[in-house]
């Protein structure tokens, strides 16, 4: 039998200790590393799944963006052709109604030549040429809202057309309502100047009608404005680019969305019959974009 001595002994058990103390060491670097490899791994897929994850919502976005300006599109689409086909059959009944206007006024014209000044026929048939020439100025709308009139383009100031409407406009407006002008613009634009006289007046008459029994103000603003793809893009076939920004504003009662959803349709009115054609927006409508302009509620 050998037994070691206790030396020998207590050598052994401390190499012993001392390769276990190295594997144990090794052993827990090693599963240091590979838990920061893990952790590193994870931080990758949840970073991988964020994008992910941005991307779906992007994606779900550009979709629900794509079906709106879908749907919008239509809807363009259909009031687009509305107004056409109204367009083409007003413009022909008014071209016939032309004509037999032409033969009231001039078979009224000759009979009042035989007709003494300050009799009572004689005053009828002022009457009746009066209304020949109301109806003769809604002719001339409905020819313009189908766009069968030539317009005469040409370099004009709006700040000059807009100064002199409303010089025209201001002494029939009751002193309830109060007028402000905010021109901070000169600049020329190519137009026919009668029609924008017209846009104007008609805006500022629907502004006058929304205030006349409680009064309020009207203001009429002229400013510069330069519209990047983004703004343009919420235009019907406006491109980027400088503008002439025109608003007419009151404080009237205003319409509920229903009203505005058909504010510009020929024929729409809100007024009480006998008071509104329902021809006024709808031109205005039809003026602006035959500019190559828009026009918003």
Same mark, same amino acid.
């Given at each position: ?6 030396? +020998? ?5 401390? #190499?012993?200790?001392?390769? +276990? ?11 240091? @590393? ?12 949840? @970073? ?8 779906? %919502? !992007? #994606?779900?976005?550009?979709?629900? =963006? ?37 033969? *009231?006024?001039?078979?009224? $014209? ?21 209304? &020949?020439?109301?109806? !003769?100025?809604?002719?001339?709308? *409905?020819? !313009? ?16 057309? %807009? ?7 201001? /002494? ?5 309502? $109060? ?13 026919? /100047? ?15 009608? #929304? ?12 400013? @510069? $404005?330069?519209?990047? =793809?983004?703004?343009?893009? =919420? ?22 969305? $229903? ?13 009480? !019959? &006998? ?6 927006? +709808? ?5 602006? @974009? +035959?500019?190559? &302009?828009?026009?918003? %509620?």
């Amino acid at each position: 039998m050998f037994f070691p001595y206790y030396s +020998s002994f207590l050598r052994a058990i401390k #190499a012993k200790y001392e390769s +276990s103390k190295t594997e144990i060491k090794d052993m827990i670097e090693n599963t240091h @590393k590979q838990m920061i490899k893990y952790a590193e791994d994870l931080a990758k897929m949840v @970073k991988d799944l964020k994008e992910e994850n941005a991307l779906l %919502v !992007k #994606a779900k976005r550009e979709l629900e =963006e794509s079906y709106t300006e879908r749907i919008k599109l239509q809807d363009q689409l259909r009031q687009a052709q509305k107004m056409e086909a109204i367009g083409t059959l007003a413009g022909g009944i008014a071209h016939d109604f032309n004509n037999i206007l032409s033969g *009231i006024f001039g078979f009224t $014209e000759i009979v009042m030549m035989d007709i003494p000044e300050g009799s009572v026929a004689r005053s009828m048939l002022d009457e009746v040429l009066k209304a &020949g020439i109301r109806a !003769k100025d809604l002719v001339g709308q *409905i020819l !313009k809202l189908s766009r069968k009139t030539e317009m005469e383009y040409m370099k004009v100031q709006i700040k000059m057309i %807009v100064k002199e409407a409303m010089k025209l406009l201001r /002494p029939s407006l009751p002193s309830t309502i $109060e007028i402000r002008e905010n021109f901070s613009t000169s600049r020329e634009i190519l137009a026919d /100047p009668t029609q924008i006289h017209q846009v104007v007046m008609n805006l500022c008459t629907n502004a006058y009608n #929304a205030m006349s029994e409680d009064g309020g103000v009207l203001e009429i603003a002229l400013l @510069k $404005e330069n519209l990047d =793809e983004e703004s343009a893009a =919420e235009f019907e076939d406006l491109i980027p680019g400088p503008y002439i920004k025109l608003t007419i504003s009151d404080t009237g009662h205003g319409m509920d969305e $229903e009203v505005m959803d058909q504010i510009f349709d020929p024929y729409f009115t809100t007024k009480e !019959k &006998g008071r509104g054609t329902g021809l006024g927006l +709808s031109v205005v409508h039809g003026i602006v @974009k +035959s500019h190559g &302009g828009a026009i918003t %509620v």
